[in-house]
């Protein structure tokens, strides 16, 4: 059975930590997985966040921690793919670092207890919300710019308000063994991408499957083990995800974003929409919207 790609972090010797700016015209890697830990800043763009089994949408300002080797991948949105959008660009501030960077000596003071329950919840992936994301982003900023000793007294500041705040929430249900998955993630990236390129599309199983080049029966296993849902989840998460983005992006009407997002009827999407978000889709524009204007 194929499993997220394991991504070989090029180490610095001359640095504990690994930390990266990266500025393109769409993040490129793909379902993958570490044993480093890793912080990710999303400073432009927008797009689709996976995480272990969560499926979500992503901004800007978007902050999240991940466990050592829990998949991920975040895709951004069609546009950033159309060579006509040269002028939009994807970018992320990134910070990985192995779990005993610190070493067992110092991890194991009673100081550092709330640092080393933040490091064990993120095996299932913590998102941070705005008040903290806004917070961390200049720590990560100067940690970029800093070197040696200095590099790590921005670290500790770091961690030390990401394990005060209660302004959290986790994303994955499951925690997923990376370390024992195989090298290959070409299957799931090619059902997601596809997925992505005909959300407006009936999508059937079985081209799917024959995509993964697999029977209906053992694709629809694959996909559980990978991201922890049935197809069906899989798919209507991506398609209520891509909804709310519509929602909060334009005027358009209910029935409109429906069938643009492959949903057959209204009266089905709005029951998946509001089994998925909490509410139905007039419900969730108008909390969207009263939130911005505050």
């Known amino acids: 059975m194929t499993k997220p790609q394991l991504l ?12 990266r700016h990266e500025k393109v015209t769409y993040f490129n890697n793909p379902w993958h997985y570490h044993p480093e ?24 300002g978007d902050l999240v921690l991940l466990g050592a080797n829990l998949p991920h991948y975040w895709r951004n949105d069609e546009a950033f793919y159309q060579v006509d959008k040269y002028s939009q660009m994807a970018e992320a501030i990134i910070l990985r ?5 610190l070493g067992k000596q110092l991890m194991n003071l009673p100081e550092m207890q709330p640092i080393k329950q933040l490091l064990q919840r993120a095996s299932q992936g913590l998102w941070f919300g705005e008040k903290t994301s806004t917070q961390i982003k200049p720590l990560m900023l100067k940690l970029y710019e800093s070197k040696g000793i200095e590099q790590l007294i921005f670290f500790l500041e770091m961690l030390k308000n990401l394990s005060q705040t209660n302004d959290f929430r986790v994303l994955s249900t499951k925690v ?63 398609r209520i995800a891509n909804a709310c983005r519509i929602l909060i992006d334009s005027k358009k009407d ?16 709005n029951y998946t929409f509001r089994k998925i978000t909490g509410h139905n889709p007039t419900e969730f524009r108008r909390k969207v919207l009263e939130k911005r204007m505050i």
Not at 206 to 234: D, G, H, I, P
């Open 8 to 19: 070989k972090i090029q180490e610095n010797t001359s640095a504990s930590l690994d930390i």
């Open 37 to 60: 830990i890793e912080l990710t800043l999303v400073t432009k763009s927008t797009g689709m966040r996976f995480v272990g089994d969560s499926v979500e949408r992503f901004e800007a």
């Open 97 to 101: 670092f192995r779990v005993d960077v």
């Open 176 to 238: 997923f063994g990376g370390s024992k998955q195989q090298n290959d993630s070409d299957r799931i990236n090619e059902v997601l991408n596809y997925i992505h390129a005909n959300l407006h599309n009936t999508i059937k199983l079985e081209t799917v499957a024959s995509l993964a080049n697999m029977n209906t029966a053992a694709f629809c296993r694959y996909v559980k083990a990978q991201t922890n849902k049935t197809f069906v989840e899989l798919l209507n998460d991506i």
């Open 254 to 269: 209910i029935a409109e974003i429906c069938y643009e997002c492959g949903f057959v009827n209204v009266t089905h999407f």
